[in-house]
């Protein structure tokens, strides 16, 4: 088996362990809640959540008719139509092209590409990534304060790339406070949105604020980078 083919199947059985937790191989979108995935917590609309998943999809077909490397070396994560590109390209060149080849997507909102230029990451890497971003969707799954189904993580090479949406600031430092402080993390990298929403009291749930069906496209949100000490 050559060295591409396992560390694809590799990340593949890494990324399948976190199902649960709203991951997926290769496409990656928000979607677990404490005891199982619920579309009644979850801020997106179910017609927003197939889009979101068409978008990843797409992504993925048009890198692999463009090039098996982008294929192999390049993820799509997906929230409210913003396309996050992660992965690890030999060169600035295929980091430009896989960016290009998603504008095409249609009804694609902001991309926001984050692929590192370098060498690929070793198969000890990898199992540090997945235990980052297991360890993680755990944590915001067993926070009553957190809303886990908005929120999507990936983690590559030590960096913990986060996107989606926060009710408040609150609820925003509490997801980024959690990766910072991960053994394995170098730097954390968010895109999420924050809303104005009041934190309704322990054990108690205020309904969701699902954005309409018609909703226009969404903005391009800061981007967020925390460096980090990493704890070993």
Known sequence: M?????????????????LPLGGCPAIVLGGAAAGGYTLATAQRSPAQIAKDASIAAVAHKYWADTSTDLARDVSATVYNSQLLITGTVPNAEMKAKAEEVAKRIEGVGPIYNEIQVGQPTNFGQ????????????????????????????????GVVYLIGYARNAAERQRVVDYARNLSNVSRVVAYIEVGNEVTPPTGTQAPPSTPPEDAPPPRAVPRDTIEVTPLQ
């Open 2 to 18: 050559s060295r591409s083919r396992f560390r694809v199947l590799f990340s593949l059985g890494v990324m399948l362990a976190a």
């Open 126 to 157: 990898d199992a540090k990534d997945g235990v980052v971003s297991n360890t993680l969707r755990a944590k915001l799954l067993s926070d009553s304060e957190v809303r886990s189904s908005n929120f999507t993580t990936h983690t590559l090479n």
